[in-house]
């Protein structure tokens, strides 16, 4: 329904200006808080226009945050999240979707299913196996009676074991293994012509080969949107890389800034340096606006481009 | 150069099946096409040909081998879809190339190709345009180009022109019979539309529910619908029918109201007694003045088509069209006589609904 009055054209624009407030005030504090001193910051009442201190709160925030170090690091598992997720999600749901096979519904409710279990709620499971991630088929062996049998006959005990703790394959497989970007592939796949199929097929190309040449041109706009959500969504990980990761030369950035924001416990009675503090997560968030401002540009063209 | 042998082919999908056991022999080079309502089976048939559907029971043989369980693309057949299915993110050149480049022909070998192709069917200035700047008869041109291009020994024809409006579809039309007598191969082309069927086919395969009603030339359908089907289904306006029995003593089919409609005296004989549908082409009936014609009708409305006339007529509880250049006075609601030649007249058996004459020339077409 578009209306089109003069009133609700100022109502709808004034809500929308209200909105682009409440979301841009938070930032703006955080660029406040970041350019003053530890003195200016904590005053009552609060300064609420920028003050000179930034670039020297920056340095002082990446010295001691190591962020140069975590940025490497953070970046390695975005990409990998990105790269696996991309490739993952746009093989099954081509599994799902362009081939006819029994197992076809079963397998697409059991992806489905997942989307009800988010890493925060199996956390515990998903971390034991991370510490063995041959844990699963142990179990099976365990149970099915395989290992007493080994054991018996050769004397050898059958231990499988895969620890990707401190790892960064433990910091990026349970991130890649969700739902989300299979259904997005596959709702894009759905609108596939069956001709383009068919002529695919009069054209002597094989399931890879249309996978290839023909589908993967065709998600261009979804890679590029699937990617940046990725990139985000890991580069922001708190929870799965606290628990997974205890070395610190693999410690993710989300982590490294709550180790800026100083608790009270922790300083002892010391005024909390929050203008570091915040200087940092002004460093954190840039990467992500850049991907998403980049990648928006990539979006629109997607739009204009219709070739369909 | 390829023929198409089709032995008792039946297809089901689960328990239905919508193709009953269809013999079909295409001559090589010939231009066949395969005529019917949507839902008779016509697209399911051309697809089994092309591999795109299981055949569930019979066999397809191209060039004297059997192609039931080769893929797609190795059975030589190249097809045009009816949305023109091309890949919409490749250049018009890369699409008429993609079937080469899967084949694996060097890059220059696949663009001398592709431009002589193109040149062939006027494309050669949008080669770098994609198909969603062109227009519907540029892109029906590009999947035409595409198919040509692998230089198929059949060419398949899936409702190519029905996306297309009427005069591009006309132009098309006489470009792919152009382009099936430039490259001799096999065509067979699958259509719901009778204009097409009638001009570009040297034989006519009507189809109705899943099995093959009549096969013959054109100008044998036309002249000799082996049913009441394909009486009524080929030629436009459609063919009248009537119900009446046949009288060998008077050489007529006599109507219910006692009408008299003469037929062959040969023909009376040989089916004395009979009930019988006559079909009646409104353009082989003709206007007379009340009660000197074979009938009297009353006359309904007209339509005027330009260089003739649709005369519409109420006769007992049927409507009877009458195709004619002439313009008698007529007022609505007023009889009307209409005459027609005895050797026009087509006469169906009503309870079989199949022809009564000439039954070697339609035998022997069903079998061929």
């Known amino acids: ?84 997720k991309i490739v993952l999600s746009c093989i099954t749901a081509f599994g799902i979707v362009f081939f006819d096979h029994r197992l076809k519904m079963p397998i697409f409710w059991l992806i489905f299913i997942t989307l009800m279990l988010p890493l925060e709620v199996r956390i515990v499971p998903t971390y034991a196996v991370a510490a063995n991630a041959f844990l699963p088929f142990q179990t099976l062996l365990d149970l099915s009676g395989i290992t007493w049998l080994v054991n018996a006959l050769s004397g ?55 996978l290839w040449d023909v589908l993967i041109p065709l998600s261009r706009t979804n890679i590029a949107a699937l990617a940046t959500i990725m990139f985000v969504y890991a580069w922001n990980q708190y929870l799965w890389p606290l628990l997974v990761v205890t070395d610190q030369s693999y410690a993710m950035i989300a982590v490294e800034l709550s180790r800026l924001v100083p608790k009270f416990s922790a300083t002892g009675g010391e005024v909390p340096k929050w203008h570091i503090a915040m200087a940092g997560t002004l460093i954190v968030m840039l990467p992500p606006i850049v991907v998403v401002v980049a990648m928006q540009r990539w979006f629109v063209r997607g739009l204009i481009n219709t070739d369909k | 150069m390829a023929h198409i042998t089709i032995q008792n082919v039946r297809k089901s999908y689960a328990k239905t099946e919508v193709v009953h056991g269809v013999n079909l022999q295409v001559q090589s080079g010939e231009f066949v096409v395969i005529l019917g309502p949507s839902g008779c089976g016509k697209s399911t048939l051309l697809r089994m040909i092309a591999g795109l559907e299981s055949i569930s029971a019979g066999e397809i043989s191209i060039a004297g081998k059997v192609v039931n369980d080769l893929e797609p693309h190795e059975r030589g057949c190249a097809m045009v879809f009816q949305n023109y299915a091309l890949y919409p993110h490749m250049t018009v050149g890369d699409n008429i190339g993609y079937g080469l480049k899967v084949a694996g022909l060097p890059r220059a070998a696949r663009v001398a190709k592709v431009a002589a192709v193109a040149a062939s069917v006027g494309l050669t ?50 470009e792919i019979r152009r382009i099936h007598n430039q490259i001799s191969a096999t065509s067979v082309f699958v259509t719901h539309d009778q204009a097409e069927g009638m001009t570009l086919a040297d034989r006519l395969v009507v189809m109705n529910k899943g099995v093959i009603e009549q096969v013959g030339t054109p100008e044998e359908i036309y002249h000799a619908p082996a049913s009441v089907y394909v009486g009524g289904f080929i030629g436009s306006p459609a063919m009248n029918f009537m119900g009446g029995m046949v009288a060998p003593k008077q050489a007529c089919v006599a109507l219910e109201n006692g009408s008299q409609i003469a037929i062959p005296a040969a023909l009376a004989a040989a089916h004395a007694g009979r009930l019988v549908h006559i079909g009646l082409r409104p353009e082989a009936l003709s206007l007379v003045p009340a009660g000197t014609g074979a009938f009297d009708a009353t006359f309904d409305f007209v339509e005027e088509l330009g260089p003739a006339r649709l005369y519409h007529f109420r006769f007992e509880d ?28 087509h006469l169906f058996a009503a309870d079989t609904g199949k022809r009564l004459d000439a039954p070697a020339l339609v035998q022997e077409n069903v079998l061929a």
């Open chain 2, 125 to 174: 200035e949008f080669l770098d345009r994609r198909p969603g700047q062109l227009s519907g008869g540029q892109r029906q041109r590009v999947a035409m180009a595409r198919a040509i291009v692998r230089e198929p020994a059949v060419f398949l024809f899936d409702e190519p022109l029905s996306n297309l409006d009427a005069k591009l579809r006309v132009q098309m039309r006489h």
């Open chain 2, 318 to 345: 049927v409507m009877i069209a009458v195709l004619s250049a002439d313009k008698p006075p007529v007022q609505a609601g007023q009889p009307m006589g209409l005459k027609i030649a005895p050797e026009a007249v």
């Open chain 1, 1 to 84: 329904m578009i209306e089109r009055t003069p009133f609700l054209n100022i109502a709808t624009h004034a809500i929308l200006a209200f909105g682009l407030l409440m979301l841009l005030l938070p930032m703006y504090l955080v660029i406040v808080a970041a350019s003053h001193s530890l003195q200016d910051v904590v005053a009552v009442p609060p300064n609420l226009l920028p003050g000179d201190q930034l670039w020297i709160n920056l340095q002082a925030a990446w010295a001691k945050g190591h962020l140069g170090e975590r940025f490497v690091t953070t970046f390695i598992v975005a990409m990998g999240v990105m790269t696996g």
């Open chain 1, 156 to 210: 050898v005990e059958v231990k499988l074991e895969w620890n990707l703790l401190n790892s960064y394959a433990g910091l990026i497989m349970p991130l890649v293994a969700t739902a989300t970007g299979t259904f997005l592939y596959r709702q894009f796949f759905l609108t596939i012509p069956e001709e383009l199929v068919e002529a695919a097929k009069m054209d002597g190309a094989g399931p890879l080969r249309f």
